[in-house]
T-cell receptor, first 112, second 113 residues
Framework: DAEITQSPRHKITETGRQVTLACHQTWNHNNMFWYRQDLGHGLRLIHYSYGVHDTNKGEVSDGYSVSRSNTEDLPLTLESAASSQTSVYFC???????????FGEGSRLTVL | AQSVAQPEDQVNVAEGNPLTVKCTYSVSGNPYLFWYVQYPNRGLQFLLKYITGDNLVKGSYGFEAEFNKSQTSFHLKKPSALVSDSALYFCAVRDSSASKIIFGSGTRLSIRP
């Protein structure tokens, strides 16, 4: 069965370190998204991509970057982790513009 | 700009009673509306969506939602709640002229036996 997987599921890091969260989907979806989930804020969009070599900023993109070198992967990089980036991160993909999102299981990041 | 609001942080319902989780939205064009459910330590799962057509949409696990254009609402409903329905529910909206999906802040549904 097609799926979307995130790794690592849990990570603890220190302020200032670079962190990369991986997202891999086997749906062959062109659209991929990264969200962060925080209490009281629901899900907020960080970055998204509509295809290979396409990346776009979401509403909370400062301090984050993504790259899309193939259809299956959209890694999220925190260039210099900050305590404010402690959160649960979700990757999602979508097959059509009217379609629903398929979510990964999440990556819980703690920045000390 | 598009936005979505879930006015209740928590909804408490007795098992067997009907439940409603409220959602209102604001878009400039025609809305695409979605409901998702999240169980503890899991990703979000799709429940149902409204794109066009019948205002009453049926989805997974016996849930349904009613699109009301005049009230700009898309409330989630179920005729008879189960304890296993206890979870976090998210409403989401997309403007037909845009491509990003915006999520509400979530409503925690608690079903007591």
């Amino acid at each position: 069965d097609a799926e979307i997987t995130q790794s690592p599921r849990h990570k603890i890091t220190e302020t200032g370190r670079q962190v990369t969260l991986a997202c891999h989907q086997t749906w062959n979806h062109n659209n991929m998204f990264w969200y962060r989930q925080d209490l009281g804020h629901g899900l907020r969009l960080i970055h998204y991509s509509y295809g290979v070599h396409d990346t776009n900023k979401g509403e909370v993109s400062d301090g984050y970057s993504v790259s899309r070198s193939n259809t299956e992967d959209l890694p999220l990089t925190l260039e210099s982790a900050a305590s404010s980036q402690t959160s649960v991160y979700f990757c999602a993909s979508r097959g059509t513009v009217a379609g629903e999102l398929f979510f990964g299981e999440g990556s819980r990041l703690t920045v000390l | 700009a598009q936005s979505v609001a879930q006015p209740e942080d928590q909804v408490n319902v007795a098992e067997g009673n009907p439940l409603t989780v409220k959602c209102t939205y604001s878009v400039s064009g025609n809305p695409y509306l979605f409901w998702y459910v999240q169980y503890p330590n899991r990703g979000l799962q799709f429940l149902l969506k409204y794109i066009t057509g019948d205002n009453l949409v049926k989805g997974s696990y016996g849930f349904e939602a009613e699109f009301n254009k005049s009230q700009t609402s898309f409330h989630l409903k179920k005729p008879s709640a189960l304890v296993s329905d206890s979870a976090l529910y998210f409403c989401a909206v997309r403007d037909s002229s845009a491509s990003k999906i915006i999520f509400g802040s979530g409503t925690r549904l608690s079903i007591r036996p």
